[in-house]
């Protein structure tokens, strides 16, 4: 069974750093790129950063590019998110999220989410 | 970057009926060299995660139920739910993998009536 664990929210001030964690389990890792897909509270889906399966490619939304740093590795089938000069609108629950196998399309496995409040 | 757009913002259905949601994206998400359409429709229930319905315009995630459908081509795409069931109250969001940033609709809401 897929898994996707994400770690690491919390309640962090304004300008102040963090960093995410997500264990995958139940599928081949290093197969698959990852993303980080953010949530704000009541609102919709916002993709932030991609990697593909080793790493050669990375891109980020505008939003966060020069702040947040996206990261796998996969000896220990985690991927990372280091959110650094956060603002009180990166405020949401980030979630770890698979790329489909080759041949199919989307996002096919998403996390339960790690809630990030940026506030003082 | 492609902006992706839904319609209606919300929508209210009887059990058993059919419900629709539209979505229009600002470019063309139609790929020549592989004759595919960069589009998936997903789900989210309330206090869960998006789950994936539809990839491709119209394929069918594995173990999705059939009463779900996905057509369209080009800029306008339509998910229609056959007949609907109490457990397909949520809101469903398209969304484009065809550049990035990758970009979602604003979501649909489907209630019941």
């Known amino acids: 069974e897929v898994q996707l664990l994400e770690s690491g929210g919390g309640l962090v001030q304004p300008g102040r750093s963090l960093r995410l964690s997500c264990a995958a389990s139940g599928f081949i890792f290093d197969d698959h790129a990852m993303h980080w897909v953010r949530q704000r509270p009541g609102a919709g889906l916002e993709w932030v950063a991609s990697?593909?399966?080793?790493?050669?490619?990375?891109e980020y939304a505008v939003s966060v590019k020069d702040r947040f740093i996206i990261s796998r590795d996969n000896a220990k089938n985690s991927l990372y998110l280091e959110m650094n000069s956060l603002r009180v609108e990166d405020t949401a629950l980030y979630y770890c999220?698979?790329?489909?196998?080759?041949?199919?399309?989307?996002?096919?496995?998403w996390g339960e989410g790690a809630l990030v409040v940026v506030s003082s | 970057d492609i902006v992706m757009t839904q319609s209606p913002d919300s929508l209210a259905v009887s059990l058993g009926e059919r419900a629709t949601i539209n979505c229009k994206s600002s470019?063309?998400?139609?790929?020549?060299?592989?004759?595919?359409?960069?589009l998936a429709w997903y789900q989210q229930r309330p206090g869960q995660p998006p789950k994936l319905l539809v990839y491709?315009?119209?394929i069918r995630q594995s173990g999705v139920p059939d009463r779900f459908s996905g057509s369209g081509s080009g800029t306008d795409f339509t998910l229609t739910i056959s007949s609907l069931q109490a457990e397909d109250v949520a809101v469903y969001y398209c969304q484009q993998y065809y550049t990035t940033p990758f970009t979602f609709g604003p979501g649909t809401i489907v209630d019941l009536k």
């Open positions: 999220v698979r790329d489909t196998p080759v041949g199919a399309g989307g996002f096919d496995y």
């Open positions: 990697i593909s399966w080793n790493s050669g490619k990375i």
């Open positions: 470019q063309n998400i139609f790929y020549d060299s592989n004759n595919k359409n960069y």
């Open positions: 491709w315009a119209s």
